[in-house]
């Protein structure tokens, strides 16, 4: 019989078995357990022990204290913490803009904040781990007896082992109580042996003060360090110190943790391990300094225990290799606090050892732009940039291929090169005539380049402008899909964008001649007259240009793209500025045959400042057009010749039809229709101030100012909804057979109407129910009203008139043609009733913009009709 029956059985003959379940020690139920179940149950019961009494009593004797999580996950955020960490973050923004863009360094270290407090703990443990209350001590014993025992240490500091009581071991590192325990194995249990790890690990309370984000205390793994606790605290505020975190314990200073070490090196060595109830406090930030410039790492430094320039140098990272060390830029305060600036020399060590002072802005100089051996190509080109220039090149050595270096949109038949004079450092301009260059390698055209040269590589507008409208369609499908693809991309990203496309004009003759235009003015003086000229008229691309070295009118023409198929080759005007014998300013204007220009047949030579105007071909290509509609033999649209009449264009269309009614001819005029549309716009006007005047005025005429008021609101209305014509009263049937009648000279969009014979009379304005009438022979202008219901109560009978069918007015009450309104009608004539203005006492205007709209609603209607 073993140990554990003997133990179990002088249990049970002493105490009941809830009081010997209590009894035993953790070691002997562990052994116990180790038995199979059947071996349990059977000695259980053999000796009165309840084997859930013992389980709950090792519950209990091996319950250990919960950690607390503190940190609460960014989730739990209140919506006070959140607002506070938005005015945080503004108030760094704004303090980076103060600081020219800078950032204190480091910091970012901290940005986020943890979701959980979950230390690590699956690691190595140290030696010199210093054991407390909480931890747990895995005992593995092997040989004679196979047992796995898990020794909390308690409260008092003790661990309890089988057989041998209380073991004190709280205070002593891991590898002394792994020593003693193995020790006290090797005593007491013969032919035994023991393997001790540690289990789980306490927990314990520190302190996180000072400029920390979130200070306070932090429940942490016994593991931790400075810079875990650091973490769990969300990091340090900016104004708090990175570089002298000081670690207390009692009250007493323990360690100083710089963390420049860690960011800078990975040094570790002072990120001591925490103690329960330590402190960690983060005392304000130090003096900073700024560097900028050539440097890695630009951005606010703190200083500590004196910094010299190379150090701080090597705190940002380095110099660049774009970085000049001879000029550093110190700008600091004077002793009567105003900022100066300093330099400092990096390549001696004067310069090295220069100490830095709190506030100073530095700033690493960067070298100049290449400043020999190269060409430079800029513009439509497939890799613009800088090429190496050696002695005897030529334009073909940069560019090869028309295709390949240029872009598709480039001009290939003109660039220019800019050359610079190393010794009076002006510019010069060079035409280049490119294909020719290429398609002759070591020609005349194939210009030797000389060092500092720049190609200018211009976009032909012409192929741009035909591409958007040769691939209109597809252009837009295409937009039409990036812009969906797009929006798509903002709404799963939560941003907006936009996709850059090329746009060419940067590459025109305006944008990449404007600052060598700029240079050549700059460098006129005396004696060096400004070397540019003006070419305008139908060119490709009219504007300022360098002068040509060759100074011919052709090249100067050439630069600007070429003539156009609308210019002029029987003459050019050429200005040019000068000063006459008395001093005085004079323009000269020089006649040119273009035509023995562009041979090269002329003498003349360009000079400073000329201006160059090519003449086009008057009226070429102006197709001036006129549209013959309805009942015309050939209805259509009609080019015509200067002086062309109507009659002729007629003729030209077979004359009138059968069906034809010319007394309702409608004739309309371009600049007709933009008076009717300027009268329009003055009579809105108008009647907008009238209005006012109306609402203004009260309702002092018995109720009539609402009438009044409604009147010009309706009149308004028709005003705002009308459509000017541009009709002209014609006598076409004259115009078509008689030779005397007033031939009507055609211009430019005039438009000819022909309805057909018409057989109504119709009656508009102020009836009941203004209609159009079947045309009856004998009924006359009355008959006509009375048809109609007669007229409204706010009609003016006394001004009745008609607009015959070619767009004439008649006055029935005043006409000499007929005896007042007893005349009789013909068809298509038109009885208008305006309003009683006088009734209402209201302006004279109202009547005749009536009228106009009354006229243009009938020259509308009469041309919708056919």
Avoid: C
């Amino acid at each position: 019989m073993n140990l554990t029956k003997r133990l179990l059985m002088s249990l049970a003959l002493v105490l009941p078995a809830t009081a010997a379940a209590q009894s035993i020690s953790q070691s002997q139920i562990e052994q116990f357990k180790s038995m199979p179940r059947a071996q349990q149950e059977a000695l259980a019961s053999q000796y009165g022990v309840d084997l859930d009494s013992i389980a709950g009593s090792a519950g209990q004797r091996n319950q250990r204290p919960q950690n607390v999580n503190v940190v609460e996950p960014v989730d739990a955020i209140s919506d006070e913490e959140r607002e506070r960490a938005r005015q945080e973050q503004e108030n760094n923004e704004e303090q980076d803009r103060k600081n020219g863009g800078l950032k204190p360094f480091g910091y970012d270290l901290f940005a986020g904040s943890p979701t959980t407090f979950a230390p690590v703990t699956e690691i190595p443990i140290p030696n010199d781990y210093t054991l407390g209350p909480g931890d747990v001590l895995r005992v593995q014993l092997w040989g004679k007896e196979n047992q796995q025992l898990e020794l909390p240490v308690s409260r008092d500091g003790t661990i309890s082992f089988p057989q041998s009581g209380p073991q004190t071991i709280a205070g002593l590192s891991f590898d002394q109580a792994r020593q003693q325990i193995k020790n006290l194995v090797s005593e007491q249990y013969i032919g035994v042996q023991a393997s001790v790890t540690l289990g789980e690990l306490r927990s314990m309370r520190v302190f996180v003060l000072g400029e920390a984000r979130n200070a306070g205390s932090y429940t942490v793994s016994s593991l931790s360090t400075i810079t875990n606790a650091l973490y769990v605290s969300g990091g340090i505020k900016r104004t708090g110190s990175l570089r002298k975190i000081q670690h207390k314990r009692d009250g007493q200073l323990v360690g100083e943790l710089d963390l420049y070490d860690l960011l800078l090196a990975g040094d570790t060595s002072d990120d001591n391990r925490l103690q329960p109830g330590d402190v960690i406090f983060i005392p304000p930030v130090g003096d900073r300094v700024g560097i900028e410039g050539e440097v890695y790492r630009p951005a606010l430094y703190e200083l500590k225990n004196g910094t010299n320039l190379q150090e701080l140098v090597n705190l940002a990272g380095g110099l660049t290799p774009q970085a000049y060390p001879q000029l550093v830029r110190i700008e600091r305060n004077n002793d009567d606090f105003l900022r100066i600036i300093a330099e400092a020399n990096l390549t001696t060590q004067k310069g090295k050892q220069a100490r830095v002072r709190p506030g100073d802005r530095i700033e690493v100089a960067s070298i100049s732009d290449i400043t020999g051996q190269y060409v430079e190509v800029k513009g439509a080109a497939t890799r613009p940039g800088r090429y190496a220039w050696v002695p005897g090149m030529r334009v073909s050595s940069v560019i090869r291929s028309l295709d390949n270096d240029l872009l598709r949109e480039a001009d290939k038949r003109y660039a220019a090169i800019v050359r610079t004079d190393s010794e009076t450092d002006t510019v010069s301009v060079i035409n280049l005539r490119l294909r020719q260059a290429l398609n002759n390698p070591g020609g005349a055209n194939d210009i030797r380049l000389q060092e500092k040269d720049q190609f200018l590589i211009f976009a032909d507008e012409g192929k741009v402008s035909a591409k958007s409208e040769d691939q209109n369609d597809i252009e837009r499908n295409r937009e039409k899909a990036r812009r969906r693809n797009l929006e798509l991309v903002e709404r799963e990203n939560g941003e907006e964008g936009e996709e850059g496309e090329e746009d060419y004009s940067r590459f025109s003759r305006e944008v990449l001649f404007a600052p060598v235009l700029q240079r050549l003015k700059a460098q006129a003086k005396p004696g060096a007259p400004q070397q540019t000229i003006g070419v305008t008229g139908p060119v490709r691309y009219p504007g300022e240009y360098p002068l040509p070295a060759s100074g011919k009118v052709a090249d100067a023409i050439y630069v600007a793209g070429g003539l156009k198929d609308s210019a002029s080759l029987y003459t050019a005007e050429l200005a040019r500025f000068g000063v006459n014998d008395e001093g005085t300013g004079e323009t000269n204007v020089i006649n040119l045959d273009l035509q023995a220009v562009m041979r090269g047949d002329a003498s003349v030579t360009l000079q400073s400042r000329d201006r160059l105007l090519i003449k086009s071909i008057p009226e070429f290509a102006q197709a001036k057009t006129i549209e013959l509609n309805g009942e015309v033999r050939y209805p259509g649209e009609y080019t015509i010749r200067n002086g062309e009449t109507l009659r002729d264009v007629i003729k030209r269309a077979g004359g009138l039809t059968d069906n034809a009614f010319p007394e309702g001819a409608i004739f309309t005029r371009e600049k007709l229709r933009q008076l009717e549309a300027q009268r329009l716009r003055e009579a809105e006007e108008r009647l907008q101030s009238d209005l006012v005047g109306v609402q203004l005025e009260g309702d002092d005429f018995g109720g009539q100012n609402a009438e009044r008021t409604q009147q010009v609101q309706d009149l308004l209305e028709e005003v705002q909804s009308s459509r000017p014509v541009g009709r002209m009263v014609i006598n076409l049937a004259a115009v078509v057979e008689s030779d005397d009648y007033q031939p009507i000279r055609l211009q430019a969009g005039d438009t000819l109407t022909v309805p057909t014979i018409p057989q109504a009379v119709s009656v508009f304005g102020e009836v009941q129910f203004p209609t159009s009438h079947l045309h009856s022979e004998g009924l006359t202008v009355d008959d006509y009203l009375e048809r109609s219901g007669g007229p409204t109560r706010h009609a003016d009978e006394e001004r009745v008139y008609v607009v015959k069918a070619d767009g004439s007015v008649m006055l029935p009450e005043k006409s000499r043609w007929f005896g007042g309104r007893s005349q009789q009608l013909a068809p298509g004539d038109t009885i208008i009733v305006p309003i009683d203005v006088d009734r209402l006492n209201q302006l004279e205007l109202w009547s005749n913009v009536s009228q106009i709209v009354y006229q243009m609603a009938l020259g509308a209607a009469a041309v919708g009709n056919l």
